[in-house]
């Protein structure tokens, strides 16, 4: 942690700031969770210990509910497990993923006092919970959560206060940070890292996190390494440069980023993108054709027409009515293309999910078409090293390849690894990933270019051998990984 530093931001409170110059890529600190929890709702398909997703886990033989890959990672999550295993067994079954975090934190931190570590820059007292700031509905759920804890707590563990307990359900509720699997591509758990709780939001931040689970890999545990987070800088950043990350999506309109922050995090953004509406033009704006845009009222018709549209496409896709879903898209975009902007946020979400769901169901070309127009999109509104920028590059990559368009597939594919070598690094299993696939597109454009009907023979030839297996199902809007800090729903 030698290379920040905590200080008094203007009109933030505390934050961290560089103590020495950054540039593209550096990791600026990495922190090992105080602890961190799979969602109730994964429970049976999550590792408990490495957060992989898999598909056969072996159940601990003690308390039925916490899973794993194998044995090696059984004994990896034991010393976080030991306790809360006789705890759920007490109490009968587990509970939520919020009162299963708070006493494994808990739990901790009788065990090794308010500092668990040297690189500790604060302690979970010193964090702000904003009790008084929540809404009536969700201080009832506050004090249910309490109210089971206080069940679940056992009596032979250290007793706390109310305060105390409150506190950190406070600091878990607003600062739980979204823990993702392996790969980084869906969010699977929630944990507590103390320090990124310092780093304070901007619209347009000059860093980002990222999930690294380490190697787990090893048959012995004493060789793994710990699951933890890293802050990465986006560009370069002076030093005595405040850090800042995103806590929102910013696809979003400012009105609305600022609506989620004030409810979710309890503050007002009033950075520039927010205070200046800078590309909410964009994000809502008409399609101008040879100097000729369309007017305001046919504009507003078609972003109602697409609104309405999506309330509908995300009820089909949650039923797993892929043929409705790809109905719904087609009808819109015929309808509203020609008159709403390639930034329009809507159709960036329709032609976004038609790819997807186009791809899954191995229609490749119009997968492709749609990718690439939720690209060049992207790259108008989006920081160039967005990793949400980066992932969508890296899905029209794949896209293109499997509709046999190599050029652009590799091109794609390309700019994808570029992204994601500033905001996941060499390491992160989606950057190797991505290496692989860079090379096999770099050897099948080399291919093309040398002879074109050679190639796609052996393409042909090669897939009829070996067709391309089905996509995995798409994701519904909850599952992706669109907000840093997880909320409870």
Known sequence: MENVAIFNSPGKGRGLKATKEFWAGDVIFSEPSLSAVVFDSLAERICHSCFRRQDKLQKCGQCKFAHYCDRTCQRAGWAEHKQECSAIKAFGKAPNENIRLVARIMWRLDKEGSVVSDMQLTTLEELEDHISDMQEEEMQ?????????LDYWPRNSKQHTINDISHVFGVINCNGFTVSDQR???AV??????????????????????????????????????????????????????????????????????????????????CEHCKNHIKDDLKLGGREVD???????????????????????????????????????RDCIEKTEPVLADTHIYLLRMWSTLSEVQAYLQYFDEAADYARKMVEGYLKL????????????????VNHWQAGQIEVGHSMVCKAYAILMVTHGPTHPITKDL???????????????????????????????????????????????????????
């Open 435 to 489: 290496e692989a696939m860079r090379m096999q597109t770099e050897m099948e454009l080399r291919m093309f270019k040398q002879n074109e009907y050679v190639y796609h023979s052996m393409r042909e030839a090669a897939l009829k051998n070996k067709p391309m297996t089905m996509m995995h199902e798409p994701k519904s809007m909850e599952e992706g990984i669109k907000n840093l800090f997880h909320r409870r729903k």
């Open 141 to 149: 759920d506050f004090k249910v959560d309490i109210h089971n804890f």
């Open 189 to 270: 758990g929630v944990g507590l890292f103390p320090n990124l709780c310092l780093v304070n939001h901007d619209c347009w931040p000059n860093c980002t996190v990222i999930m690294n689970h380490g190697n787990q890999s090893a048959v012995n545990t004493m060789f793994h390494s710990q699951r933890r987070i890293e802050l990465r800088s986006l560009g370069k950043i002076a030093e005595g440069e405040e850090l800042m990350v995103s806590y929102v999506d910013y696809l979003n309109l400012s009105e609305e980023r600022q609506r989620l922050l004030k409810t979710q995090y309890f503050f007002d953004c009033t």
């Open 291 to 329: 100097g000729v845009k369309p007017t305001e009222e046919q504009v507003k018709e078609a972003t109602d027409y697409c609104f309405a549209l999506l309330e509908k496409m995300d009820k089909a896709r949650l039923n797993g009515d892929y043929h409705e879903v790809v109905k719904i898209c």
């Open 382 to 397: 989006y920081h160039p090293n967005n990793a949400a920028l980066g992932m969508a590059a890296m899905r029209a990559g």
């Open 184 to 186: 980084g591509l869906q």
